[in-house]
T-cell receptor
Framework: DADVTQTPRNRITKTGKRIMLECSQT?????MYWYRQDPGLGLRLIYY???????NKGEISDGYSVSRQAQAKFSLSLESAIPNQTALYFC??????????????FGPGTRLTVT | EDQVTQSPEALRLQEGESSSLNCSYT??????LFWYRQDPGKGPEFLFT???AGEEKEKERLKATLTKKESFLHITAPKPEDSATYLC?????????????FGAGTQVVVTP
């Protein structure tokens, strides 16, 4: 089974709808991240979390909110979806562990289309 | 502003034709540089961590090297299955959250 899972994998929704993307991990990592990826713009950080009580905004948090329900679960919500939020969304985890380095491990992604 | 720049943007290779991808950065006091492979529509797959200038890591046909201002990903005798986008990312020295700054990637196509 994959260490980082995301649901749904694909979603088409209409402008103005609320939508939630979910991420679960079995790696036991403390840190979790949400990114969006657009062609030509690379990966951009939306939110990140150290634990259930610690949520931080990334570079493009406007229009998004998150919830860290447990160490292993981190959800991203679009309160009122708009077409320019059409993108690939990735969840990632990291933990310095014994190496001391913060390599991140990514989920398979959610392709979101807002019409 | 800290920047991570990858070049070229795209690379088309014949099978067996070795080449190198570049990742340059303006960060001082790097806390780690990471290489990823990403297939279309999939999540980035972690390949390597580099930390010290002069460090090298290898995996199959891939070899990553690091200097003080740039990293190279060398692809030796590539095969079509090496076709992917390769991303590099740096961990900024001022960050304790493990946030990474990603480059835009190099799209590699290997033809038979």
């Amino acid at each position: 089974d994959a260490d980082v899972t995301q649901t749904p994998r694909n979603r088409i929704t209409k402008t103005g709808k609320r939508i939630m993307l979910e991420c679960s991990q079995t790696k036991g990592h403390d840190r979790m991240y949400w990114y969006r990826q657009d062609p030509g713009l690379g990966l951009r950080l939306i939110y990140y979390s150290f634990d259930v009580k610690d949520i931080n905004k990334g570079e493009i948090s406007d229009g998004y909110s998150v919830s860290r329900q447990a160490q292993a679960k981190f959800s991203l919500s679009l309160e009122s979806a708009i077409p320019n939020q059409t993108a690939l969304y990735f969840c990632a985890t990291s933990d310095p562990g014994t190496s001391g380095y913060y390599e991140q491990y990514f989920g398979p992604g959610t392709r979101l289309t807002v019409t | 502003e800290d920047q991570v720049t990858q070049s070229p943007e795209a690379l088309r290779l014949q099978e067996g034709e070795s080449s190198s991808l570049n990742c340059s950065y303006t960060v001082s006091g790097l806390r780690g540089l990471f290489w990823y492979r990403q297939d279309p529509g999939k999540g980035p797959e972690f390949l390597f961590t580099l930390y010290s200038a002069g460090e090298e890591k290898e995996k199959e046909r891939l070899k990553a090297t690091l200097t003080k201002k740039e990293s190279f990903l060398h692809i030796t005798a590539p095969k079509p299955e090496d076709s992917a986008t390769y991303l590099c990312a740096v961990h900024l020295p001022t960050d304790s959250w493990g946030k990474l700054q990603f480059g835009a990637g190099t799209q590699v196509v290997v033809t038979p």
